[in-house]
């Protein structure tokens, strides 16, 4: 069988275990029965295990650094606690019968078997898109310990779906699907699958789990997230692990509410949705400043769901350079966190002059100037997202934009 290597746009799993994935499937296509098994521990071997025994895998190198799938601290755990039990799911199933996710950049199906795991005694249909850019990612779960009931499910219908596509040829996960589980399997850039949804097409809640925005820019862009709420229902969510503030400046531009998600040994990630009562914890004033008033806060930017890494990131860095001591604050030394304070209160000498001199090259005369002072003079008890709002137009009329 030939692949196709994927262009500059994703980043993609290891090379190494890629090509032991694909002498797995061109085996089996040959009639050796075995290839699995055969490989099953040398695979399992390149893998990482995280500290709840569950596996991840890292990614090939971009920027000189490689990037783990999932928190080391535990990967199913994490599925668990940022995506499925702050979904509402739980809730939301008492109340309603049908519930659909998208899970993109499903991966090695911990996503989908942390939603599957909780939702698995409540009288619902589940219907589950799982979308995953490389075939070889995906079949990785085939690989990897049952992690319980629901993961073997996943397993069933990834197999299915590889024999279907002719990748492999033998039925080997003995799996019995509940039959209120639905789960289709979509490999192809989640730009392009959100791009081709039927209009009429709507989620409970979307699984945003790609590589970090600095890695997978082309997935947490404002036009993206545009499209993601053309199909997120009223009171749906969607969830991510990444707290970037360029994430969630985006949500904020493509019209969601945004919050704090729950803490994993990291930070607590966010979670957005068109209903501000959707969302428990807003963002703290010091996230919001450096959202609104900086830099760092000028969003991935993809207008046709089409360019690649180079494009998407070459023009964000275009406009921060653009707008850095012109109309918005340098993010260095992460200067919107001390504005408002009155300088005399960093004992940090050093640190004083440097973020006193930023905020000079802007026209103020301190971090406590009454100018700044009046631009924070905002209603602090307002949504995150109004908050930020708020706070752009107050700086744009300072400075007369």
């Known amino acids: 069988m030939e692949y196709e290597d ?158 279907e596509k002719g990748y492999l040829q033998y039925n080997k996960v003995l799996s019995k699907i509940p039959s209120n589980l639905h789960i289709n399997i979509h490999v192809v850039d989640a730009r392009d699958f959100i791009k081709n949804l039927s209009n009429d097409m709507t989620y409970d809640a979307v699984f945003l789990d790609p590589f970090s925005p600095d890695k997978s820019p082309e997935l947490y862009s404002v036009d993206f997230f545009k499209q993601i709420s053309n199909h997120l229902e009223n009171n749906g969510l969607i969830l991510t692990y990444s707290a970037a503030s360029a994430v969630r400046s985006a949500f904020v531009h493509a019209g969601l509410n945004i919050g704090e998600g729950p803490e994993f040994h990291r930070s607590g990630g966010t979670v957005a949705s068109k209903d501000v009562n959707m969302i428990e914890k807003p963002l703290s004033f010091s996230d919001v400043k450096m959202i609104a008033l900086s830099d760092v806060g000028i969003p991935y930017i993809d207008p046709d769901l089409n360019d690649d890494y180079d494009a998407i990131v070459n023009r964000r860095q275009e406009k921060r350079e653009k707008a850095r001591f012109n109309y918005l604050f340098p993010s260095s030394s992460k200067l919107p966190l001390y504005l408002g304070v009155n300088p005399e209160e960093i004992s940090d000498e050093n640190l004083r002059n440097k973020l006193n001199s930023y905020v000079q090259q802007m026209g103020f005369t301190s971090l406590d100037d009454s100018i700044i002072l009046a631009i924070l003079d905002i209603d602090k008890t307002m949504p995150s997202k109004d908050q930020i709002i708020s706070l752009q137009k107050q700086l744009n009329d300072i400075l007369g934009l």
């Open 6 to 163: 994927e262009d500059n746009s994703r980043l993609e799993m290891k090379n190494q275990i890629k090509q032991m994935i694909r002498q797995v499937f061109d085996l089996e296509l040959a009639g050796h029965k075995d290839a699995r098994e055969l490989f099953k521990e040398e695979i399992a071997g390149m893998l990482i295990r995280t500290d709840d025994g569950s596996f991840t895998l890292f990614s090939e190198e971009r920027n000189n650094e490689e990037e783990s799938l999932h928190s080391k601290y535990g990967a199913f755990s994490e599925s668990y606690e940022k995506f499925a039990n702050p979904s509402k799911l739980k809730e939301k199933s008492k109340s309603k019968f049908d519930i659909r996710v998208l899970d993109i950049c499903s991966g090695i199906g911990y996503n989908a078997s942390a939603i599957v795991d909780l939702l698995k005694d409540e009288s619902i249909e589940l219907e589950i898109d799982m979308v995953e850019s490389s075939i070889e990612t995906l079949a990785t779960t085939l690989f990897i310990p049952d992690l319980n009931e629901a993961h073997t499910y996943i397993k069933k219908y990834v197999e299915a779906y590889l024999i």
